[in-house]
Structures are given as structure tokens and as C-alpha cells.
């Protein structure tokens, strides 16, 4: 059974930072692609960033220098660290798994193309 457990949500000011993380188990991690969405009130979910199992990388252009994805295949476990937090930021943030092993996921995935999500965490930036 695949599970993702994510991590690190919270309060935080405008400028701030926090580092989500989300382990993976169930399945060989290391051959999957990651996501990070994010959903707020009102509006679709959001893909913000991706890794590859080859460590290709994506990232929305509303989060491009202020956060960045990051994977440790030995723990089975992906980050988002996101520094420079606005409160447009604000949402709560899901990690999901690639459907399939060694296909890519980035700007041209959606959701349907991931087969196992976290339960969210929410991110809260105040200004």
C-alpha cells in the first residue's frame, strides 16, 4: 500500500520560510516522479513543482527562485523548502507520486498524471 506522509505546514509572516517534506513508502521510490500542488478556497489545485527520478526539475513561475524541490532517495522522502513566502502563497499543499516509474512529470502534467497523494498540509502566510 503506498502511503505519503507529509510534514511542515504552518503559520509563518510574509518573508518567511518553511520546508515541507513528504515520505514516501510502499513503493520503490527512487524510479517515481514527485509533485508538489497546492490548493487554496475557491481555486483549482495548482502543480507547483516537480522531481524526476532522474532529478529533472519544474517549477511554476510564481514560485521560480523562491523555492526549490529536493529529494533524498535513501529516506524516501521529498522537500519543498519555500523561502520568501507571500501571502498569495497561502494554500494548503499536497505531495502525490508519479502514476508510473520513469515517466517524466512536469508543465504538462495535471493531476490524473499522479497515482498516490498526501493528506495536505496547510501553509499560512500572513502579512
Known amino acids: 500500500q503506498v502511503q505519503l506522509v507529509e510534514s511542515g505546514g504552518g503559520l509563518v509572516q510574509a518573508g518567511g520560510s518553511l520546508r515541507l517534506s513528504c515520505a514516501v513508502s510502499?513503493?520503490?521510490?527512487?524510479?517515481?516522479?514527485m509533485g508538489w500542488f497546492r490548493q487554496s478556497p475557491g481555486k483549482e489545485r495548482e502543480l507547483v513543482a516537480t522531481?524526476?527520478?532522474?532529478?529533472?526539475?519544474y517549477y511554476v513561475n510564481s514560485v521560480k527562485a523562491r523555492f526549490t524541490i529536493a529529494r533524498d532517495n535513501a529516506k524516501n522522502t521529498v522537500y519543498l523548502q519555500m523561502n520568501s513566502l507571500k501571502p498569495e502563497d497561502t494554500a494548503t499543499y499536497y505531495c502525490?507520486?508519479?502514476?508510473?516509474?520513469?515517466?517524466?512529470?512536469?508543465?504538462?502534467?495535471?493531476?490524473?498524471?499522479?497515482?498516490?497523494w498526501g493528506q495536505g498540509t496547510q501553509v499560512t502566510v500572513s502579512s
Open positions: 502525490a507520486i508519479s502514476r508510473y516509474q520513469f515517466v517524466s512529470v512536469d508543465s504538462r502534467s495535471s493531476a490524473g498524471d499522479f497515482g498516490s
Open positions: 510502499g513503493l520503490p521510490f527512487s524510479r517515481y516522479g
Open positions: 522531481i524526476n527520478w532522474d532529478r529533472g526539475i
